[in-house]
């Protein structure tokens, strides 16, 4: 699917979507090659703890 070999580094977002309540609506993890794709993190206070 990601046509390289294996062993090759790759870039894993996890993601945990909630709903105005809090409550979770969507779960994701997903991989992206890292010859090919940026990830920018921007990270902000919140009242909430971050999901480890």
């Known amino acids: 699917m990601l046509e390289v070999p294996e062993g090759f580094p790759l ?13 979770p609506v969507e779960w994701s993890e997903d991989r992206y090659r890292s010859d090919t794709a940026t990830v920018t993190v ?11």
Request: no cysteine; net charge positive.
């Open 11 to 23: 870039l894993r977002e996890r993601r945990l979507t909630t709903d105005s309540q809090g409550a």
């Open 42 to 52: 921007t990270n902000t206070r919140s009242s909430r703890t971050a999901m480890l």
